[in-house]
């Protein structure tokens, strides 16, 4: 299973409902698994800010294969990596970003902003949720 152009237009989907159903409009973007932008969608009155932030949340979770918000764990003050957010072009070590795994291997990730913190992750959640079941020809 890969992540291929239709099913990114389906992550994307999956993460404008959510985000329509909670009220905030956001940035997605997803990323394949060398961390290249394959699909990308700013809902209107998205903030600016966000483009970025949701390329970088996705790109965090792709090169890491785990949620954006776990990265913090390793680059917090005290942490065993402190400053490791300022590698690789700059991470975004707080929620909103989310691996999307086929079969167990990483194929991509999905980058949400916009909302709260709270919100970011549970659309790029539902976004992920919507990968990970929908058909590989999809």
């Not at 990114?8 to 997803?30: C, D, L, T």
């Not at 966000?50 to 785990?66: E, Q």
Request: glycine residues 14%.
């Amino acid at each position: 299973m890969s992540l291929t152009e239709d099913r990114a237009r389906a992550v994307i989907a999956a993460a404008e409902s959510k985000a329509w159903e909670i009220g905030v409009p956001v940035v997605v973007a997803v990323l394949d698994e060398g961390v290249h932008l394959k699909a990308f969608s700013r809902m209107d009155g998205a903030p600016l800010a966000s483009i970025d932030i949701a390329m970088k949340k996705a790109r965090t979770a792709a090169l890491f294969g785990a949620k954006s918000e776990e990265v913090w764990e390793y680059c917090k003050p005290g942490g065993p990596a402190p400053g490791l957010e300022l590698t690789n072009g700059g991470l975004v070590p707080f929620g909103g970003g989310v691996p999307l795994k086929a079969g167990g291997e990483l194929v991509g990730a999905v980058g949400v902003s916009g909302g709260a913190v709270v919100q970011d992750l549970e659309i790029a959640e539902a976004a992920a949720a919507a990968f990970a079941t929908s058909p590989s020809h999809a």
